[in-house]
């Protein structure tokens, strides 16, 4: 997954950097289809803002958080993402029957 980092109005440290490449690895045990993530971190007066945009197969999802803390902040935003991660799973997995499955559901005797 490649994620891309901006900071508006705050610089990006190697600290904050790890921390979301960290965090973004939880998102990956879940679902391993993220094509590209883009996470800006800003500041405005004294709340911290995370948003990021994730394409994954077939969709585009958004979250965005606003906290006092950054590091609070970031955490919320990857719950968010988390919860839309799964959700976007199970509406990919059909719960509909397979081909295979009718065919061989109609050839067997009863």
């Given at each position: 997954m490649q994620i891309n980092l901006t900071g508006h109005h705050i610089d990006v440290t190697e600290a904050l950097k790890a921390y979301v490449d960290t965090k973004f690895e939880r998102l990956a045990r879940h679902f391993d289809h993220v094509i590209n993530a883009h996470v800006i971190l800003s500041v405005e007066k004294l709340s911290k803002k995370a948003e990021a945009t994730m394409n994954v197969n077939g969709n585009k999802l958004f979250a965005d958080s606003v906290h006092e803390d950054m590091y609070a902040a970031i955490d919320t935003l990857i719950d968010?993402?988390?919860?839309?991660?799964?959700?976007h799973k199970e509406k990919k997995s059909s719960h509909r029957p397979t081909a295979a499955?009718?065919?061989?559901?109609?050839?067997?005797?009863?």
């Open positions: 968010k993402l988390d919860r839309q991660i799964l959700r499955g009718i065919a061989k559901s109609t050839s067997e005797p009863e």
